[in-house]
């Protein structure tokens, strides 16, 4: 869950960080979390899956990290659609759907 709530955190951040946003995303997540007190193995394991998010080599790194948090952030998918993209209302909603049935 952790890694399903930051994985994208670069890019968010710092959209110029998002063809490298999984790098720099868990370099991200280091500091966070080290800054919250977590454990280094729990660390490493979430930075594993903001790391491999993107072309997701395991069934958990796809499921923790793409799947749970798209259909957990909605709104943040329209906002990525509407504004960052500029797509008309049909352009956006069949990316916004597209991006949850690719998800799923």
């Known amino acids: 869950m952790i890694a399903a709530w930051l994985h994208d955190i ?8 998002y063809e490298l946003h999984h790098i720099h995303g868990a370099e991200m997540a280091y500091l966070i979390l ?3 007190g977590y454990d280094d193995k729990k660390i490493s394991l979430v930075q594993k899956c903001i790391r491999n998010h993107r072309g997701s ?8 990290a793409d799947a749970i948090s798209n259909f957990v952030s909605v709104p943040s998918l329209l906002y990525l659609a509407y504004v ?7 352009e956006g909603k069949t990316f916004v759907k597209d991006k949850l049935t690719r998800s799923f």
């Open 10 to 17: 670069a890019s968010i951040t710092d959209y110029s960080l």
């Open 34 to 36: 080290k800054e919250y």
């Open 84 to 90: 960052q993209k500029c797509m008309g209302i049909e």
């Open 57 to 64: 080599v395991s069934l958990e790194e796809l499921c923790v």
